[in-house]
């Protein structure tokens, strides 16, 4: 069983609002990554990170930040949420040591209304 | 781009039966591959992995199979069982873009009991 948590597990927010979505993994982890899946549909990367203090973008243009101060924590942030913006995220991280594989959080599901 | 994607988006079996899901993927250059399983409202589990120099490897109840001629991946699972139902997810990763895996959509594995 993987050790990645995701808070909150269900968002309901307004137009506009700016919210922090939180991810921790207490394997030591350097690698992490951020999705966004729709539901049933394949998962798209918005954002990954080898490391503290290194993040990239991934394929999904997106209007979200993250940052990467603790190897533990990668938080993703939205400064202005949009209705576009509703959707499941889901976090992952991985070890340079297991090739390829990644181990998912439960997901935030994020509604902005 | 190079994508990932599964031939079939649903899959019904009776409880018992073998499954099979299928996975075509374009970049030849792939040298890893996944598959995970999805339930309702969780993050995406890791079941089996093989890499390129591989054709076949097995674990519990799973086989997958990667035939690098037609780019062609499936996972086999063998007396499904209703706790098989679930969304199946196939990801691929080519060594020098790194540890990002690349996902295809999804198959729908329903086990009618």
Known sequence: EADIYQTPRYLVIGTGKKITLECSQTMGHDKMYWYQQDPGMELHLIHYSYGVNSTEKGDLSSESTVSRIRTEHFPLTLESARPSHTSQYLCASGSYIETGEQYFGPGTRLTVT | ?113
């Not at chain 2, 899959?11 to 890893?32: H, K």
Request: aromatic share 8%.
């Open chain 2, 1 to 113: 781009g190079e994508s990932v994607g599964l031939h079939l988006p649903t899959l019904s079996v009776q409880e018992g039966d073998n499954s099979i899901i299928n996975c075509a993927y374009s970049n030849s250059a792939s040298d890893y591959f996944i598959w995970y399983k999805q339930e309702s409202g969780k993050g995406p589990q890791f079941i089996i992995d093989i890499r390129s120099n591989m054709d076949k490897r097995q674990g519990q109840r799973v086989t997958v199979l990667l035939n690098k001629t037609v780019k062609h991946l499936s996972l086999q699972i063998a007396a499904t069982q209703p706790g098989d139902s679930a969304v199946y997810f196939c990801a691929e990763n080519e060594e020098t873009s790194g540890s990002r895996l690349t996902f295809g959509e999804g198959t729908q594995l329903t086990v009618n009991p």
